[in-house]
């Protein structure tokens, strides 16, 4: 029997999920281009070079992880906010 029901919401880090909407790209190639919006192969540069340090860093591999494992429409609803 299949679940039909949304996923649920991440728990623990949602000023993250939030951060992945509001926030631009600071440098490089998508420049301004707001986190949620960077296509799958900027991201996917980024896993096999490495990601940056810090906080961007692991922002953007979140939103790898979101978009390898097709989640998008969790950030759908924060994007209104």
Not at 3 to 26: F, K, Y
Not at 34 to 44: A, G, R, T
Not at 45 to 52: I, N
Request: contains cysteine.
């Amino acid at each position: 029997m299949h679940n039909t029901d949304p996923a649920p919401m991440p728990q623990g880090q949602p000023e993250m999920l939030l951060t992945l909407v509001q926030m631009p790209m600071p440098f490089g190639k998508y420049k301004n281009t707001l986190l949620c919006h960077l296509p799958v192969s900027y991201l996917e540069w980024f896993k096999r070079k490495g990601f940056p340090p810090g906080k961007l860093g692991i922002l953007l591999e979140t939103m790898y992880e979101i978009k390898l494992n097709h989640l998008e429409h969790l950030l759908e609803p924060l994007k209104s906010k």
